[in-house]
T-cell receptor, first 113, second 115 residues
């Protein structure tokens, strides 16, 4: 069975500080991995995805994530937080032979001015 | 390019009633997936439709059913509503099913409250 664990349901960082949101997955084979962002009263927007090309994936708005097979992790980072980054972030996995996404429970990011 | 749209935005129903939620896919997309997002949780996969056929289903009972139309718009129907069905229902469209890595584009959701 596939599963996604996001450590830390709430993360607070100061404006300009490093953002690190953690995601670990459980899968027998490396899946496709995604990070989505959800702003209040909106749907999910794709930040980036890992599809087995480069292990370091760059996304929109300055975010990037690194796939580490040995750690079954796909943590999301951004060097310098902006106020506009405050939102809910979801990690998701999809096995290569299936069509179902499995989402984590989300991490709420607060940016402190 | 028109994004994914959903209607209505909000809905209030009572237990036992039936509800239909609607989704218009992004132009050129032939695959639509439906998700249920309970408060404080991540989205849970309900089912996916590809070219008008169900193409996968999550762990939801049969009272959750769907349709996809020739123009690739879609409906989610829920019968015999229960209190636990209160959630945000998200629709997502993509260009094709099966590639695995294709991007899903999400609509803003329909917030359903069951009293």
């Amino acid at each position: 069975a596939q599963s996604v664990t996001q450590l830390g349901s709430h993360v607070s960082v100061s404006e300009g500080a490093l953002v690190l949101l953690r995601c670990n997955y459980s899968s027998s084979v490396p899946p496709y991995l995604f990070w989505y962002v959800q702003y209040p009263n909106q749907g999910l927007q794709l930040l980036l995805k890992y599809t087995s090309a480069a292990t370091l994936v760059k996304g929109i708005n300055g975010f990037e994530a690194e796939f580490k097979k040995s750690e079954t992790s796909f943590h999301l980072t951004k060097p310098s937080a902006h106020m506009s980054d405050a939102a809910e972030y979801f990690c998701a996995v999809r096995i290569r032979t299936g069509n179902q996404f499995y989402f984590g429970t989300g991490t709420s990011l607060t940016v402190i001015p | 390019e028109t994004g994914v749209t959903q209607s209505p935005t909000h809905l209030i129903k009572t237990r036992g009633q039936q509800v239909t939620l609607r989704c218009s896919s992004q132009s050129g997309h032939n695959t639509v997936s439906w998700y249920q997002q309970a408060l404080g949780q991540g989205p849970q996969f309900i089912f996916q439709y590809y070219r008008e056929e169900e193409n996968g289903r999550g762990n939801f009972p049969p009272r959750f059913s769907g349709l996809q139309f020739p123009n690739y718009s879609s409906e989610l129907n829920v019968n015999a509503l229960e209190l636990d069905d209160s959630a945000l229902y998200l629709c997502a469209s993509s260009e094709q099913a099966g590639a695995g890595w294709e991007t899903q584009y999400f609509g803003p959701g329909t917030r359903l409250l069951v009293l």
